[in-house]
């Protein structure tokens, strides 16, 4: 089985703060996904793609807007995470354009951004989004508002694209200023916008926040079945939300298809899920001060006694040591 693609937590974040500016029940419409606003706080956590993609489709339908998606991808990049940081840097826009191809695999793991030429114009193209033409919609009108923010740093404020590129089949019930005047076309392969060949060239003209630093390139993301399967339950785990149905929902899977495939890499779920609540505890005991009863808790365990248990067989030694053996 292929890796499981996962996104961050941050985008589901944005969707979740928008429906809160609205009034929605935004605990009770993440628990349909099995999130919850607790675990929102861990914005760099992943979530699976499919998780994602509901909660942009239970949004817009439960707003009534049609143009959620776009409400949603204008949370402005330099203030959404360091990768938006990191694009005020770049000296062009097809500089900046190109730096976001780079590190959205670390934001999407299965992400295809890329800008096609055609003559005089490119298109900044959004991949194909897998998922009921209601999540494709919404999914790829977010996207849409990422490109857009980001030529309006070279272009100005008032820019919008005269093309867009759409992969449902109408256009019905969207009003959104960003497109308004464009021309769209429907039943595309993916969500794109067209722009100008000539703006490639200009220089931002957005300077990056004074709390702002540049990083590195981004480390790639090594990701089989197993290990993304685990950056799920870590952050389920967090939500206390790591049953083995919940996890199978998750992965949008019948509990049966998830132990079939679990089975087949040779994997035992209850193993998976004690291994990996014990790595996040030891993280925690190295990164954090909170008492180990508390971290307990955190990872799932009701009794500090029965997390020390575990902990002493899969670490050879007691929380208490480990913290001590690691301490700065």
């Not at 790829?140 to 449902?168: I, N």
């Not at 996040?280 to 508390?294: E, F, H, V, Y």
């Not at 009701?302 to 050879?316: L, Q, V």
């Amino acid at each position: 089985m292929n890796p499981i693609p996962l996104v961050r937590m941050r985008y589901a974040d944005s969707f979740a703060q928008k429906l809160q500016r609205i009034g929605a029940p935004v605990e009770r419409l993440l628990n349909g996904i099995n999130l919850s606003e607790e675990m929102l706080g861990e914005r760099d956590d992943f979530i699976t793609v499919s998780q994602l993609w509901r909660l942009t489709a239970l949004a817009a339908d439960y707003s009534g807007n049609f143009d959620f998606g776009f409400e949603a991808g204008l949370t402005p990049l330099e203030e959404h995470s360091q990768f938006g940081q990191n694009l005020l840097y770049a000296p062009t826009l097809q500089q900046a354009f190109e730096m976001f191809c780079q590190m959205a695999p670390m934001e999407l793991t299965n992400a295809e951004f890329s800008i096609r030429r055609e003559r005089e114009r490119v298109w900044f193209c959004g991949g194909p989004v897998q998922g009921t033409p209601a999540e494709q919609l919404q999914v790829g009108l977010y996207r849409l508002a990422m490109f857009v923010q980001l030529v309006r740093w070279a272009a100005g404020p008032d820019w919008r694209p005269q093309r867009v590129r759409l992969q449902v089949a109408s256009s019905a019930g969207m009003e959104s200023d960003l497109i308004r005047g464009a021309i769209l076309e429907f039943n595309c392969r993916e969500p794109a916008i067209e722009v100008p060949a000539r703006l490639l060239a200009r220089e931002l003209l957005i300077e990056p926040p004074a709390s702002a630093r540049v990083a590195g390139s981004p480390e790639q993301l090594s990701l089989d079945f197993r290990n993304s399967l685990r950056q799920v339950l870590r952050t389920h785990i967090r939500g206390h939300r790591f049953r083995i149905d919940q996890t199978a929902d998750a992965l949008d899977l019948s509990v049966r298809t998830l132990q079939r495939r679990l089975a087949e890499h040779g994997l035992v779920y209850s193993e998976l899920v004690e291994q990996t609540r014990i790595d996040l505890a030891r993280r925690l005991l190295q990164d954090t001060d909170l008492p180990i009863g508390d971290i307990a808790r955190e990872v799932g365990y009701g009794e500090s006694t029965h997390f020390s248990r575990a902990f002493r067989r899969i670490n050879g030694n007691s929380p208490r040591d480990f913290r001590r053996a690691n301490a700065a």
